[in-house]
DNA sequence: CCTCAATAGTTGATGATATGAAGTAATCGT
DNA sequence: ACGATTACTTCATATCATCAACTATTGAGG
């Protein structure tokens, strides 16, 4: 099993510890700051459409508002709630700790692979 | 965008493009040599009647066959077909070919990725 | 040799996710 | 003022994922 099925897999047990669908998880760690679900469409890569049945099923939880934005009323915000917030936090938190990243490479190596991971980005 | 959020959106595009669904593509690229169904659901970290359709769906699309095993009469094996090879091959290619680790990194750095991942793997 | 626990895969129900088309409401440029 | 464009929703459809219950098969143990 390659490094991405791996990470794949952990990642879904960690989201799904937290009682989280993969996509939920990841949009939730997206949501740092409010952002529009045009914007929360191209970040996860997929259709209008399939945003508002995510955020219909993340409102279901309680975890996010959807806000119009005052400026552009054609807008939806999604805010994390204080429970998504701390959700998101407890997440993040259980990524890292339970990461392969901080269990089989050095800081030194971790610095290394952001590099090179950063690079990738352009 | 991260990283992994490139890297995955960058795979779906891929995939698109050679007929394929994420899982489809990643099962695809799994079956280099013939595994039983329960392996596939081990590599693709779900449950047995989640490759029941799987399989039926690359079955449809011509691209697998499933094979008795004959020392077991309890486990099928999922093959490719010749067009399931050459869907395969050219998804790989294009996989190598598009990819940001090509372009954007030098095969030195892409050595030096690769020891890190492989350690991530333990 | 027989029984039973375990394994492999299927079926069916259900919910989540993804696409695409068509729709409504709003914005902005001409 | 109007039309093109944008944002989001609705609806239909297909894929994917889980779970429970099922059938068929295997193999260990008595």
């Known amino acids: 099993m390659g490094v991405s099925e791996q990470l794949r897999a952990d990642f879904d047990t960690v989201a799904g510890q937290h009682g989280l669908t993969d996509l939920q998880a ?8 409010p952002q529009s679900m045009s914007e ?3 970040a996860m890569t997929c259709g209008p459409s399939n ?3 995510l955020a219909d099923r993340l409102e279901r ?7 119009p934005d005052p400026r552009d009323r054609r807008v939806t915000l999604l805010e994390l709630t204080d429970e998504g917030r701390r959700r998101r936090e407890r ?3 259980a990524l890292v700790e339970g990461s392969m990243l901080v269990a089989r490479l050095t ?8 590099g090179l991971l950063d690079k990738l980005l352009g």
Chains 1, 2 share one sequence.
Do not use: D, F, H, N
């Open 26 to 33: 990841r949009t939730l760690l997206t949501l740092a700051e």
């Open 40 to 42: 929360v469409a191209g």
């Open 51 to 53: 945003v508002t049945g």
């Open 61 to 67: 939880l309680g975890l996010i508002v959807r806000v």
């Open 91 to 93: 997440l993040a938190e």
């Open 107 to 114: 800081p030194s190596e971790r610095g290394q692979l952001k």
